[in-house]
Each structure stands twice: as C-alpha cells, then as structure tokens.
Nanobody, 119 residues
Framework: QVQLVESGGGLVQPGGSLRLSCAAS????????IGWFRQAPGKEREGVSC????????YYADSVKGRFTISRDNAKNTVYLQMNSPKPEDTAVYYC????????????WGQGTQVTVAA
C-alpha cells in the first residue's frame, strides 16, 4: 500500500522548535519531489516548502523562509520539516505530498498532523 504518514505535530510555544516527519511506505521517496503544505481553520491549503528529487534544491514560502528547513533522508525514506521560531500564525494541519504542486492529479497525500503554536 502506497502511503505517506506525517508525525511530530503537537503543541509548541512561540519561539520554540518542532520537527515534522513524513515517512513513506510502499514506494521509494527519493524518486519524488516532496512538498509540505498546511491548512489553518477557515483558510485554504497553502504550500509551505518543497524539496526536489534530483539535486535537493528547496523552496520556501515567504512566511516561513529563514525559520523552517526541509530535508530528506533517503536511507530512512523520510522527509523532515524543521520548524524553528514558530509563530501562532503557523498553527495549522500540516500535510506532506509527493509533489510541489498542490492540485496535480495522481499526487499521494498524507493524513496530516496538527501543529498548534501557543504560549
């Protein structure tokens, strides 16, 4: 069964840190660009970060640039999103997917993990 499973979400204080994981099963992650997306209550899903399959190049939304870092460990078949200095506006359900584009057909999505940034 092909699936992505996110983990690592939870409650974090502003200015703290949290690392999200996106683990693949049933397929090899290193052939895919992997994107992180998020959706806050009452808002549309938005792209957060992406890492390419070829040269490891990365993309970050302006809102998280300089605070979040995406990385991949192909040996563990896992992609990570390190969240440093999170802000309350980063509160959302975070999803990973096998694409940097949100609406491409055939993309595999994880079930999401909740991140809440609050004092």
């Amino acid at each position: 069964q092909v699936q992505l499973v996110e983990s690592g979400g939870g409650l974090v204080q502003p200015g703290g840190s949290l690392r999200l994981s996106c683990a693949a099963s049933g397929f090899t992650l290193d052939y895919y660009a992997i994107g992180w997306f998020r959706q806050a209550p009452g808002k549309e899903r938005e792209g957060v970060s992406c890492i390419s399959s070829s040269d490891g190049s990365t993309y970050y939304a302006d809102s998280v640039k300089g605070r979040f870092t995406i990385s991949r460990d192909n040996a563990k078949n896992t992609v990570y999103l390190q969240m440093n200095s999170p802000k309350p506006e980063d509160t959302a359900v975070y999803y990973c997917a096998t694409d940097c584009m949100m609406n491409r057909a055939g993309t595999t999505w994880g079930q999401g993990t909740q991140v809440t940034v609050a004092a």
